[in-house]
């Protein structure tokens, strides 16, 4: 049977192993996310009817939430 102090050890690598291995993941991930975004984005931008679209999305959005708070009445 093993020492403690070697299974400390052994636990402590596997827990460094298993961090590292973490991080990479998640920096590769968001790596590949955002270059992906950029991207995409790139390409919606050059597209004048998605343009338009997303304006008037985002218009009818403001309009909503001005309607919507208007609408609320005072909380006090």
Known sequence: ??????LLL???????ALGTTFVVLG???D????LAAGWIGGRLR??????HRSETAAGVTYLGL???????GNPR
Do not use: H
């Open 46 to 51: 050059r597209s004048p009817t998605l343009t």
């Open 66 to 72: 001005g309607l919507t708070t208007a609408l609320s």
């Open 1 to 6: 049977m093993p020492s403690s102090e070697t």
């Open 31 to 34: 790596g590949l996310y955002a």
């Open 27 to 29: 920096l590769v991930t």
């Open 10 to 16: 052994f636990s402590g690598a596997a827990l460094t």
